[in-house]
T-cell receptor
């Protein structure tokens, strides 16, 4: 079974630009969550999508948004990039129907804002 | 609000010795607890979870964790450390109701196993 796939692996963007990251979950998984990892703040939850609906949201500004498609693939978008948005963005997928299942993570997208 | 604490930034252990990585949590109700490991420039790999039942949980690569409700702890252990265990370890909690798949992570503990 293929794992969670995130593309691209690396991105360099200029302050003020916008960026879109993609995540393909494990086949059959309907829940996709996004996390931001930085040295200063650690791992922080951004949002979760389940069956194309945002089910949970973390404390991030509205510049961070996401969506999920009918095939469960998900994208997250960051508009008006700031230097502080530089981070490793991780996507995780799980079955989603019950909460006692573990989440499986992709390798992440390393975003650098210059 | 739920939270997870990993009190040690780094744990150093000699190869072959037992290791413990500590985790305490604060959550209302009965928690779902997880351990993940991260190698450089990689995502997180699932090690083990506690949902209910036996307080001692066994996971991947010889790791186990002990759930202690009275001390609100979920320490990760391994009887004999390997150099290849050197990595960043994260404890996480998920609320059993309403939290869906939102994980709250500790700050992480860097494990260094010396030959």
């Amino acid at each position: 079974k293929a794992g969670v796939t995130q593309t691209p692996r690396y991105l360099i963007k200029t302050r003020g630009q916008q960026v879109t990251l993609s995540c393909s979950p494990i086949s059959g998984h309907r829940s996709v969550s996004w996390y931001q990892q930085t040295p200063g703040q650690g791992l922080q939850f951004l949002f979760e999508y389940f069956s194309e609906t945002q089910r949970n949201k973390g404390n991030f500004p509205g510049r961070f948004s996401g969506r999920q498609f009918s095939n469960s693939r998900s994208e997250m978008n960051v508009s008006t990039l700031e230097l502080g948005d530089s981070a490793l963005y991780l996507c995780a997928s799980s079955g989603g129907e019950v909460q006692n299942t573990e989440a499986f993570f992709g390798q992440g997208t390393r975003l650098t804002v210059v | 609000a739920q939270s997870v604490a990993q009190p040690e930034d780094q744990v150093n252990v000699a190869e072959g010795n037992p290791l413990t990585v500590k985790c305490t949590y604060s959550v209302s109700g009965n928690p779902y607890l997880f351990w993940y490991v991260q190698y450089p420039n990689r995502g997180l790999q699932f090690l083990l979870k506690y949902i209910t039942g036996d307080n001692l949980v066994k996971g991947s690569y010889g790791f186990e964790a002990e759930f202690n409700k009275s001390q609100t702890s979920f320490h990760l252990k391994k009887p004999s450390a390997l150099v290849s265990d050197s990595a960043l370890y994260f404890c996480a909690v998920r609320e059993p109701s309403g939290g869906y798949n939102k994980l709250i992570f500790g700050a992480g503990t860097r494990l260094a196993v010396h030959p």
